[in-house]
């Protein structure tokens, strides 16, 4: 069987600097490349949290002290990690692919997705980024820059952006151009760069679309025969870390929603990774969502392992 | 006639603050997309001098200051400069496109340029890059870092790289399908981000490629028909600047090359778009480079102004 697969790795994996970064891809690349060389067309996904919020952080520190440089707004440092992330993460695929004798083009495309500017999360941000600040910065920010400031669990005020939901991806075309093309590409950095539609234009902006949901966008657009989402652990569980604890093999989306209304999966961790699943699964009848981690990718696609999420 | 173009843009041309790039783009779409709209198949080039700049000052001046920000190698900060500027400059295409019901793909592939490590540059780093040290400081980074540092024209000192010839494209096939496919590509931004080969890995260099050069490096792998080689004056001069001043329209290898022997460009300014030039129209039979400025692309496509560097 060989599968299209859009595979969603975290930007946790990925490292706080560019020598963990370009050290920590290597062993991402590996599994990636299993699943190449078992003749799945893969495109890659992955999250930035840790590295735009790094370079968020410096060139907002940076243009408070050197006089050269400018504030950049958050969606041209989501573009930049795009930039960082994938020329390390394409070189690393591209070298395990090389070492197997296997030559495909691979390569990043800069990657905007589109939510609606009405979604309701721009009522509410919730999503924090970048530095903390004393209470007092962060009055300054809200009244200067407009900016939405919370308490963050006694460890001082950060800004917050909405978090919307994904409705479609501009450069669409030229990642499925590519990917009909045999190419492995690297897409959606960060759950991609947000921008809503204006008549012709697309305007960026300050939001955090989650990179599982962007990867289930992308996967339904190329009519992926799977999504992967790779998590910490191996399956998905319900009780967690309680004697009842249970690992999931299956779910259909009818149990899959049950056991979200039960409470059994933690908002900012397994619970929007099971809503991205079903949302890609749910999209159209064979479209199968796993959730699993890096290691067991392939062996989840056997169906060995992992947690299925299945329109049945 | 329908040509496949490829189009240098400078960085100059970009700004230097994310508000200046969005208006400028702008402008730089308009007569981009003329030649598309007469059915040309445009490819994008830029330069990233004043960005790729802002962003290593940015990065250098918090990784001294913000406990979180690593030191950011240059070649990553070339990697962000392409994100941030293609984000742009793609927007701009697309807007001006649809404004004029062109529908066609437009897309940033993150692209490194393959130099020789062995290149005769690396001996002589010259290209100046960065922020202006004082003597004390710029002798602290030669002994930790091991930069090279050069007095600057009074200004103080600053790191100089080497400016390495491109030898080849790494994501040239990636680039190839998609103009085959009727997108619109941006790539080798900045002149690509530097990198040397060691055996199958790809390696980052302090570097700068000439935009230029790498211009006509990924026009030879396209075939394309024409380089054009933008610049602020719309035609090539000799005797610039005195009263002999002469504008030319069009000259062969052999006058091109008496020209520069006989020190009738300006090494940094029209030297390189020149040799850049006799580069890509000597590759082959039949190749065109056409210098002139943003607004005269169109006329010089058709013949009426810019200076035309054939192989005849």
């Known amino acids: 069987m060989h599968d299209k697969i859009v595979v969603a790795l975290g930007g946790n994996a990925l490292g706080k600097t560019p020598q963990e970064q370009i050290n920590l891809v290597k062993n991402t690349a590996k599994p990636i490349v299993d699943l190449i060389q078992h003749g799945h067309q893969v495109t890659l996904a992955h999250g930035n949290g840790p590295q735009v919020g790094m370079i968020n952080l410096a060139m907002d520190t940076a243009s408070k002290t050197a006089a050269s440089t400018p504030e950049m707004p958050f969606p041209e440092c989501g573009a930049m990690s795009q930039g960082y992330i994938g020329y390390h993460l394409q070189n690393a695929i591209r070298e395990e692919m090389l070492g197997r004798n296997i030559s495909k083009p691979v390569a990043t ?15 509410k941000p919730t999503k924090p980024i970048g530095a903390f600040y004393t209470e007092e910065e962060a009055q300054e920010l809200i009244t200067e820059k407009g900016f939405d400031m919370v308490e963050d669990a006694g460890r001082g005020y950060r800004r917050v952006v909405p978090s919307p939901l994904p409705i479609d991806v501009a450069e669409k075309e030229v990642v499925k151009t590519l990917v009909d ?8 950095g960060g759950g991609g760069i947000p921008v809503v539609k204006d008549g012709n234009k697309l305007i960026g902006v300050p939001a955090v679309i989650d990179k599982d949901f962007a ?27 309680t004697k009842n604890e249970k690992w999931l093999d299956k779910l259909t989306l009818e149990e899959a929603q049950q056991y979200i209304d039960e409470g059994h ?25 796993l959730i699993t981690s890096l290691e067991k990718a392939e062996e989840g696609i056997e169906g060995k392992t992992g947690t299925l999420i299945i329109n049945e």
């Open 215 to 241: 990867s289930s966008k992308i996967a339904e657009i190329l009519d992926a025969d799977y999504l992967i989402i790779l998590t910490a652990v191996e399956k998905v569980a319900i009780n967690f870390g």
């Open 109 to 123: 495309v800069v990657t905007q997705v589109i939510v609606d500017k009405n979604d309701e999360a721009f009522v």
């Open 265 to 289: 999966f933690a908002p900012g961790s397994m619970l929007p990774k099971v809503k991205a699943a079903m949302m890609f699964a749910s999209s159209k009848k064979g479209r199968k969502a």
């Open 181 to 188: 093309n045999d190419c492995i590409v690297i897409t959606v």
